[in-house]
């Protein structure tokens, strides 16, 4: 059974940096692509970054630039490196893994762990 715990959440000034850290139980981790996730109070969760098992990486646009997305598969964990945080980015942050693209791109998964929340505010 995959276990997802997220972690390194707070509260930031707009211009702040968080980094998010996600280990990954139950899972074949090198095998998988990674995906990072948010939803802010009223709205779909979107998805925010992803990484594919081989490393390719693929960003919403409205953190390009800003956000980077890394793993280290030795201790399970995919990052999510933020910078140039700005109010709009503030939402609960999830990861999700699976072995297919498509679904990290689609989201299309049946549960998710308690997430992090990240508020970005002066």
């Known amino acids: 059974q995959v276990r997802l715990v997220e972690s390194g959440g707070g509260t930031v000034q707009p211009g702040g940096s968080l980094r998010l850290s996600c280990t990954i139980f139950g899972i074949m981790f090198s095998e998988n692509s990674m995906g990072w996730y948010r939803q802010a109070p009223g709205k779909e969760r979107e998805m925010v970054a992803a990484i594919a098992s081989g490393g390719a990486t693929k960003y919403a646009d409205s953190v390009k630039g800003r956000f980077t997305i890394s793993k280290d598969n030795d201790v399970k964990t995919v990052y999510l490196q933020m910078n140039n945080l700005a109010p709009e980015d503030t939402a609960v942050y999830y990861c999700?893994?699976?072995?297919?693209?498509?679904?990290?791109?689609?989201?299309?998964?049946?549960?998710w762990g308690q997430g992090t929340q990240v508020t970005v505010s002066s």
């Open positions: 999700n893994a699976d072995r297919s693209l498509l679904t990290i791109v689609t989201a299309d998964f049946s549960s």
